[in-house]
């Protein structure tokens, strides 16, 4: 497409999406939103599943591109869309950023995910206590480890907000306002409150948990 534009699979209640669409804002992608996952299907038809055969969302079509894995899409618009501001391109602060943004996908969401659904989308009756217990006290040591990273610094890799920040702003939305006992992180209540004067996060990620 000539102007740039994307389109973007996925439901915007999906912290994975959320990402990407704050991104598009970020570095002005125009960009056609398709509802999908969830309660709107489309994930689980044969035209989805060729494009992205995990099945879940987004998935973001440029041009003859298909991209499926948030992180690396936001990876892919930064780089191909004047991102460098986000997403340094010098290798030591690039580390960063990617360290956060693994530790986001591979460690953070092992925790983050399960204790969502327990809490959120699991009917009351059904609740494991004792997994929340437990799911809870992890994220809270994870939590913890960010806190400590943040001592001195605005955001996640430094002094302004990176692609770290963006991948891992919707799981500590979700943190911030699930219904569960938080020991007090000073560090990321400060990030949070950054956060939240930030026009995209407010658009796209501090909405209403569903
Ligand atoms: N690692 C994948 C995870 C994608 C994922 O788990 N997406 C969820 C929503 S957050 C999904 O598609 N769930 C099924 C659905 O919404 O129907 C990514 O980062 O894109």
Redesign the pocket.
Known sequence: MTDGSITVW??T?????Q?VLWLCDELAVPFQRID???R??V??TPAYRAMNP?????TVKDGDVVL??????LRYLADTRGGERLYPRDPIRRSVVERWLDWG?GTL?GAM?PLFWQLIRTPEAERDPARIAALTAEAARLWGILDGALAGQGFVAGDGPTLADLALA?WLHRWMHLPLDRPSLPNLEAWHARLSGLPGYRRWVAIPLS
């Open positions: 996925g439901r209640t999906s912290g994975n999406v990402k999908a996952g969830g709107f299907g994930n689980d995990m099945g879940l969302v987004p499926w894995e948030s992180n690396a899409i996908l969401s995910q919707p």
